[in-house]
């Protein structure tokens, strides 16, 4: 019967501590990604420079810490991020696909027609934003939204 009552407490102190966070099974909101070295401006961001770590108790009223690895790989920071510092989301964008003065191809779809052609970019752009750029056979400003690719999709 002593044996028991042991293990039933004991079960019930190991359960408390999982519960609770403090135990080897946090909640992703006890986390936070840090960088494992410093990353610049324009670089993007591989998992091998990022670490996963406890979020200390402090920042926990902290809403835009990044806490997932799927929001910051891929991207590239806006501002140096420190080794082992926090990160904002806020300090975070998409990779630039399209640079300014750079020649990219365009496509015009409607219906079942689609047209290709060569443009010059006169503005910066990552995926899904709104760029212009100059045909270079007609020379006429056009827009449209950059694609996955780094192509413009043109807007009529």
Known sequence: MMRWGLNFFGRLACL???VSGY???ARAADQMIVPAVTLY????ISNEQILVKRRPAYLHSVQRLVQRV???VGKTPVRVLPAGKPVLTSFLALPKLV?????IRTYFQSGGITILGVA?????GSYGDLVQ???????VVISG?????????VMP
């Open 99 to 103: 640079k300014p003065g750079t020649t």
């Open 23 to 25: 135990g080897p099974v």
């Open 120 to 124: 010059q970019s006169l503005q910066a």
């Open 16 to 18: 408390s501590v999982l």
């Open 133 to 139: 750029a100059r045909n270079l056979g007609s020379g």
């Open 41 to 44: 401006p324009g670089d993007k």
């Open 70 to 72: 799927d929001q910051i």
């Open 145 to 153: 939204y950059v694609q996955h690719d780094g192509s413009l999709r």
